[in-house]
């Protein structure tokens, strides 16, 4: 198999509500510490790709030089600030691979940071409805929560409830995120508290609870890729990426289905030369937990309408044959949305390098990473293998 690129460092700050953090300082410790782990000096970067979805979260939104703040020896470093929705991140990653293709770069830093946690609960609804079609400009305080509700009455009404499965998926990923440093909520609530709606577990957007639904958060993470074989210390190789788009209004597409997601893994998978189950682990994209659900018969791991046997038969789950979000996911870990997609990348990438501590899946040698924005229409998939 080829190598589109190494990865020889990372960083991820703490995910959750990071009062005394900014965009600006996110961005210069994350970017700190990926360099140090890589041991590649500031000066030898040859780009700078900053994943930031905005979209009125923070008011400047010109955020792509705030990375030569980390070291006066970035300053004149190509630098470029790229969004596309909750999918920032992997498009990030992804900018960063074809500065390596193209021959224009050897090393390339890459971040992905957001700071929503200030904005409030209305502006946060606004600025993620931006990313939806009919919904851009309106106001809600639940944002896309309402749209997942809809994908998950409408897959309610073709394969029948399976709210119970959501909260076995929620379950598992609490479970996870008890074991990453790095997570916003680290603590297991158990089935019957995600399976029962109450106070403490309230309808968001029926028939999603609150336990279905990952956190407003603050964060970043970052990276350092390499030409293949530049660097002798590399740990783990970026073997395939792929990126595919769906129509933006959602009558267009079957909600219950992600085709275009589908049709991103299925080449990321093809020009790895692998299938589903050569894989150790997944890192996916778990917004809310029907976005999980579906997603498990969008990677293959069973027919459309049967993603509970998944859960049920404890398949994803840590120790199972395909454990899926070992990290916690966004559920369990945050989502602060330009983080996201470099979090999925950072985290696999530790899994392969035997460094995720307590949430290491043993002998892990090949990890799949699923991002998307909004409805599954910017998606990305990528395949990361350990190397010997």
């Not at 297991?188 to 029962?196: I, Q, R």
Request: glycine share 12%; net charge negative.
């Amino acid at each position: 198999m080829d190598r589109r690129a190494d990865i020889i460092g990372w960083h991820h700050t703490r995910f959750g509500r990071l009062d005394k953090e900014s965009v600006e300082s996110l961005i210069t410790a994350s970017a700190r510490g990926a360099l140090e782990s890589a041991g590649v000096e500031a000066g030898d970067v040859d780009e700078i790709v900053v994943g930031h979805y905005n979209g009125g979260l923070s008011p400047l939104s010109f955020t792509s030089s705030l990375a030569l703040e980390t070291d006066d020896a970035l300053r004149f470093k190509p630098a470029t600030r790229v969004e596309n929705a909750c999918a920032t991140g992997s498009a990030a990653v992804l900018q960063g691979l074809r500065a390596i293709a193209s021959g224009d770069a050897r090393t390339v830093l890459v971040i992905g940071v957001e700071k929503m946690t200030e904005a409030g609960a209305p502006a946060v609804g606004r600025a993620l409805l931006g990313a939806d079609y009919d919904r851009a400009g309106s106001e809600s305080p639940v944002g896309f929560a309402e749209i997942f509700a809809e994908i998950a009455a409408a897959y309610f009404e073709r394969w029948g409830d399976r709210s119970e499965s959501l909260a076995a998926i929620a379950a598992k990923n609490h479970r996870h995120g008890v074991d990453n440093p790095y997570a916003q909520l680290r603590k297991e609530v158990g089935f019957d508290f995600c399976n029962t709606v109450s106070e403490r577990n309230p309808l968001v957007a029926a028939p999603l609870r609150r336990t279905d639904c990952s956190p407003v958060s603050d964060g970043a993470a970052a990276l350092v890729l390499t030409a293949p074989g530049a660097t002798g210390s590399a740990d783990v190789a970026v073997r395939s990426m792929s990126q595919r788009n769906d129509y933006l209004p959602v009558s267009r597409r079957d909600l219950t289905a992600f085709d275009a997601g589908r049709a991103a893994w299925t080449a990321a998978l093809e020009r790895a030369g692998i299938g589903v189950w050569d894989l150790d682990l997944l890192e996916v994209h778990d917004c809310f937990t029907i976005a999980e659900l579906i997603e498990y018969e969008m990677l293959g791991l069973c027919d459309p309408g049967m993603g509970h046997t998944v859960v049920e038969q404890g398949l994803a789950h840590k120790d199972g044959k395909l454990p899926i979000n070992p990290s916690g996911g966004l559920k369990s870990k945050g989502h602060p949305i330009g983080a996201t997609g470099v979090s999925q990348h950072v985290l696999a990438a530790m899994q392969l390098a035997g460094s995720a501590g307590g949430m290491q899946v043993p002998g892990a040698e090949r990890a799949g990473v699923f991002n998307m924005g909004g409805t599954a229409v910017a998606n990305y998939a990528t395949i990361l293998e350990r190397l010997a």
